[in-house]
Nanobody
Framework: QVQLVESGGGSVQAGGSLKVSCAASGNVGSMGWFRQAPGEEREGVAGIDSGGNTIYADSVKGRFTVSQENPKNTLYLQMNSLKPEDTAMYYC????????????????????WGQGTQVTVSS
């Protein structure tokens, strides 16, 4: 059973930056980041495929950058120009298979999920 462990969340003022990380305990396929704010549904934030192609939610394009470390079992999300509406629990997800970038914001492709790391942005 693969475990995903997120780290790096915290509190920051609007306009600030944070970087969250996710380490997988074994080999996985595609990986992505999701978030869930209180009272909201979980949404896809960013994903990266094995070719290095990325996909982002419209709300974070130009501000967030997803990257992966080789061997490809560590995922990062650099978050810049943070806004109060970015406040959420951020979850790392990993699939068993490799998926191409258009699919990476879809929850259904992911098998493994981390416990989440809280990101709070104050105005």
């Amino acid at each position: 059973q693969v475990q995903l462990v997120e780290s790096g969340g915290g509190s920051v003022q609007a306009g600030g930056s944070l970087k969250v990380s996710c380490a997988a305990s074994g080999n996985v396929g595609s990986m992505g980041w999701f978030r869930q704010a209180p009272g909201e549904e979980r949404e896809g934030v960013a994903g990266i495929d094995s070719g290095g192609n990325t996909i982002y939610a419209d709300s974070v394009k130009g501000r967030f950058t997803v990257s992966q470390e080789n061997p490809k079992n560590t995922l990062y999300l650099q978050m810049n120009s943070l806004k109060p509406e970015d406040t959420a629990m951020y979850y790392c997800a990993a699939a068993r298979a490799k998926w191409e970038w258009p699919f990476l914001l879809r929850e259904g492709i992911y098998t493994y999920w981390g416990q989440g790391t809280q990101v709070t942005v104050s105005s």
